[in-house]
């Protein structure tokens, strides 16, 4: 679930203070749904394969920001620093900043897939909205998990703000994991 908070418009400049919020996800292998403990394996006959599951280990937040104008603005955070780079009208308005982190765990020397959705719209219970686009892992093009089964990836994207969004922003992350 990724949170995001922003304030009212003050009567000379449109000020909106942001912050994404904790972020949950949990998804568990596709091609482990049929049984919850082991499912044969489609790539040997008669031997059985660990689901692969995902936890979120640390939440995605973008601190507190502000909109200096109604054209909106952007902030992106890095998932591999998770440096915070800005565009348009907004700014930063101090705050820790972090880019979010995941475990998988599964089948020891198994190469696996993530798939984060390439927008996600945070709505607010005014009506207004902001959009979380472009998201994206530190996980390399051929993922594999270690001699334990596990692998640790942080995930950052873009949080896109227009000028006349205000209030409580909510919405919720689909994250996919396959093994290869």
Not at 68 to 79: C, I, Q, S, T
Not at 86 to 111: M, N, V
Not at 143 to 171: C, E, H, K, M, P
Request: proline letters at 6%; charged letters at 20%; a neutral charge.
């Amino acid at each position: 679930m990724i949170y995001a908070k922003i304030g009212l418009v003050l009567p000379a400049l449109l000020l909106a203070w942001i912050a994404a919020q904790p972020y949950e996800a949990a998804a568990q292998c596709r091609l482990c749904a049929a049984a919850p403990d082991r499912v044969p394996s489609k790539a040997s006959s008669g031997e059985t394969e660990t689901p692969l599951n995902i936890e979120i280990t640390t939440n995605l937040d973008f601190s507190r920001l502000a909109l200096l104008n109604r054209a909106g603005g952007e902030v992106e955070l890095d998932p591999e620093s998770g440096q915070r780079r800005f565009s348009g009208g907004i700014t930063d308005l101090g705050g820790l900043s972090l880019h979010g982190e995941g475990r998988l765990t599964g089948e020891p020397g198994r190469l696996v897939r993530v798939q984060l959705p390439e927008r996600i719209t945070l709505n607010a219970p005014n009506g207004s909205t902001a959009d979380l686009v472009k998201l994206d892992t530190d996980l390399p093009a051929q993922a594999r998990l270690d001699r334990d089964g596990r692998l640790t990836f942080s995930f950052g994207g873009r949080l896109r703000v227009t000028g006349s969004a205000s209030g409580q922003f909510r919405g919720r992350i689909a994250i996919t994991a396959n093994y290869e």
